[in-house]
């Protein structure tokens, strides 16, 4: 029998059905069962893929797949290398598609050899293949080889002791139908999905604290500033001593080019930091301070060149008695003139490097017991936090983030917390902002909670009392670190939990004097209750977070803050969109909640094309193709569903809207891209409708709204 469920208008509540049905056809344990599930929206199909994953699936540490970790509003797992219990229900597996052999029979054959209990289970299991389309990056030749393995299913089918789904994009959906009919005569089922609009993740106030350069127990504040020369902000008091010692020191440093031996990079300052302990031999702690001054001074052996000829002069002239500061005292001054060159915007990866550089020889100079160590190691974090966002850092952001850890963490052993609070709550809360980073690179729940405990061992000792914004500003942080738990485990619990912290965070804002932070975590706070609706009390929970996305946009306003005002307008949108499809019984309450979407959508758009065009652009941290293709979503539904009754001038209006979105969302990105392909067969689906409505005359104008370069991708599909 072959069970097929098309489309419908009313996209999530149709979803849910489906996947209610696809759920069931998986649960019934039959063998040689080929079912396709198609969706063209990765965020959707990866909630989707998840939820079944938990409800149904299991996976084994012998999988050979690479694990691939999906994350959303449904609280996936990981799916890949995952160690889980067997249970004598558990009948899905789920496994990624081997990009070099897609071979999904092949794969299921080896899985089934290693984990032979399930060969003996009275219920036969279902294997869903994820990631077929990263194909569409490969080469030809492996896109041909896997339908060639489409195609051999048919001999092997009668073997097949088990159930099979394949997750695909529409694009491999028509190409497998129309290529490998040896393999589509024996599918057993089609789920089509729609894609579903989702708001942005909440924002963390991430931004470590630093430590201050004149008073060791001093903390600095700026932990919810954007800018990078506010993650480390302390002024600096030189005497002209100092000075003309840091200019002796910098000389040294100030040319990278062929003339100089130790060029300017962190490689370079580690050459000629060993090159002058080889000279000076290895310190002792018996060694007199005169001699660790002079060591200090000859470190760095270099010829200089005629750009610091003018530096040296300089440094001629200043008096002598500058050679009494101790050599951690010079390392530390370096520090602080590379710290405030990246305080004032400049922070380059050579910059972070030479200071960290220049922080971690002023400990090894310093006695264990000195006060400034723990700063000075709380900084050394910063910086190395600082570096693993850079954007050239990419294949070392792992390494930097776990040398920020170790950091904090060795900052802590140099503190008792009960004699300087402070520092400890301010190292804890850069210690949970690093687990928090680390979360999206490895082991994502053992990091965020981790994180968390960081977060709240930081809170014993930031009372509220005493320090209301830090205190605020962690309980921000905290409820972000819950939220992203709630995308890997424990979602309605750990939701609670980060509305909690949002909700205290609050109460120690004020509007007034603090808007943008009140707005940033209102913002946060309807993302939650966003994704709390996904589990319980929709329509109660959406109503909430629409009430706080506005409460946001009363301060993140187009003049004041446009690209976070774009952003929040698209949350609300989003809210209202799913709003409307929890009131299917209520047309005029679902026809106004989509008109409000269509508004929001409307305006994140235009604010993000006005900051586009700013010299420099200012770039949105969302996705405003997605966006356009929500905005087409919704004029679509205004179009189609009878329930509107909307007269033909309107529905056309409609139609062309949505067409004018998906066009524009097709063109803004390259061609055979995963979004080029979801916004092509949105164009296709809505010409489609274009000639359901109006015939040849519809048609005839959704064509002639069409850029030339589409019409060869499209006609055939028609």
């Not at 080029?676 to 015939?695: C, D, N, V």
């Amino acid at each position: 029998m072959i069970v097929t469920d098309t489309t419908s208008h009313k996209v999530s509540s149709w979803n849910r059905q489906t996947y209610q049905r696809l759920k069931l056809a998986l649960s019934l344990g039959l063998r040689r069962q080929i079912f396709v599930a198609i969706c063209d929206d990765l965020s959707l199909r990866n909630r989707l893929a998840g939820k079944l994953h938990n409800e149904l699936g299991t996976t084994s540490t012998k999988t050979p797949i690479q694990s691939q970790r999906l994350t959303d509003g449904y609280g996936l797992q990981r799916i890949g290398n995952e160690q889980k219990t067997h249970s004598p229900f558990s009948s899905l597996i789920s496994l990624n598609i081997n990009l070099s052999d897609p071979n999904p029979l092949a794969q299921i054959t080896q899985w089934l050899a290693q984990n032979q209990p399930f060969q003996n289970s009275t219920l036969a299991p279902a294997f869903q293949i994820l990631g077929i389309e990263r194909l569409t990056r490969q080469p030809p030749t492996v896109q041909r080889l896997f339908l060639r393995r489409l195609q051999a299913i048919e001999r092997h089918l009668p073997q097949l002791e088990a159930a099979l789904l394949l997750w695909l994009p529409r694009p491999w959906f028509h190409t497998i139908v129309q290529s490998v009919p040896e393999f589509w005569q024996w599918h057993t089922g089609v789920f089509e999905f729609e894609g579903e609009p989702t708001p942005l993740p909440p924002v963390g106030t991430a931004k470590p604290e630093a430590s201050a350069t004149v008073s060791p127990s001093e903390e600095t504040t700026g932990s919810f500033q954007e800018d990078l020369r506010s993650l480390l902000t302390q002024d600096l008091v030189e005497t002209p001593d100092d000075l003309a010692l840091l200019k002796e020191i910098t000389a040294n440093y100030s040319d990278s080019g062929n003339n100089s031996e130790y060029p300017l990079t962190l490689q370079g300052i580690s050459a000629a930091l060993e090159n002058g302990k080889q000279e000076n031999g290895t310190r002792g702690h018996g060694d007199n301070k005169q001699e660790k001054q002079e060591e200090s001074l000859n470190l760095i052996s270099t010829s200089p060149t005629e750009s610091s000829q003018e530096i040296q002069e300089e440094v001629k002239e200043t008096p002598h008695h500058i050679t009494t500061v101790s050599p951690a005292e010079a390392y530390l001054q370096l520090g602080n003139h590379y710290r405030q060159i990246i305080e004032q915007g400049d922070a380059s990866e050579e910059n972070l490097a030479i200071a960290i550089q220049a922080y971690e020889q002023a400990l090894h100079w310093l006695n264990d017991s000195s006060p400034q160590v723990s700063d000075i190691l709380n900084d050394v974090g910063n910086l190395y936090w600082m570096l693993s966002r850079c954007p050239s850092s990419t294949e070392h952001r792992l390494s930097y983030l776990e040398q920020a850890i170790q950091s904090y963490q060795l900052a802590l052993t140099k503190l008792v917390a009960e004699n300087a609070p402070q520092s400890y709550a301010m190292i804890q809360n850069n210690l949970g902002a690093a687990f928090g980073d680390l979360a999206r690179h490895k082991e994502p729940v053992e990091s965020l909670e981790l994180s968390i405990r960081a977060y709240e061992e930081a809170l014993r000792y930031r009372h509220a009392e005493s320090d209301p914004i830090k205190y605020a500003s962690t309980q921000n942080n905290l409820g972000t670190a819950y939220w992203h738990l709630a995308q890997h485990q424990a979602p309605v619990e750990n939701l609670h939990a980060a509305i909690g912290a949002y909700a205290e965070s609050l109460c120690y804002y004020n509007s007034q004097s603090e808007p943008m932070n009140w707005a940033m975590i209102q913002n946060n706070l309807g993302t939650a209750y966003w994704n709390l609706a996904q589990y319980e009390q929709p329509e109660t929970w959406l109503e909430l977070a629409v009430l706080a996305y506005k409460d946001a946009l009363i301060y993140r306003t187009p003049d004041v803050s446009p690209a976070a005002c774009a952003a929040t307008q698209n949350n609300l949108g989003t809210a209202y969109w799913h709003l409307a499809d929890r009131v299917q019984e209520v047309p005029q309450r679902r026809e106004e909640y989509l008109h409000q979407c269509i508004i929001a959508y409307e305006k994140a758009i235009a604010l993000s094309e006005q900051l586009a065009r700013q010299n420099p652009s200012i770039p949105v941290n969302f996705d405003v193709i997605a966006t356009r293709n929500n905005l087409g979503l919704a004029h679509y539904q205004l179009a189609t569903e009878p329930e509107f009754s909307l007269d033909e001038p309107a529905q056309s209006t409609h139609l062309e809207a949505a067409l004018d979105q998906h066009i524009k969302a097709c063109m803004s990105v390259a061609g055979q891209s995963d979004a080029y392909q979801t916004a092509l067969s949105y164009i296709i689906r809505t010409m489609r409708t274009f000639y359901e409505k109006r015939g040849v005359v519809g048609q005839n104008l959704a064509l002639s709204k069409l850029p030339g370069q589409l019409l060869p991708e499209i006609l055939p599909r028609l």
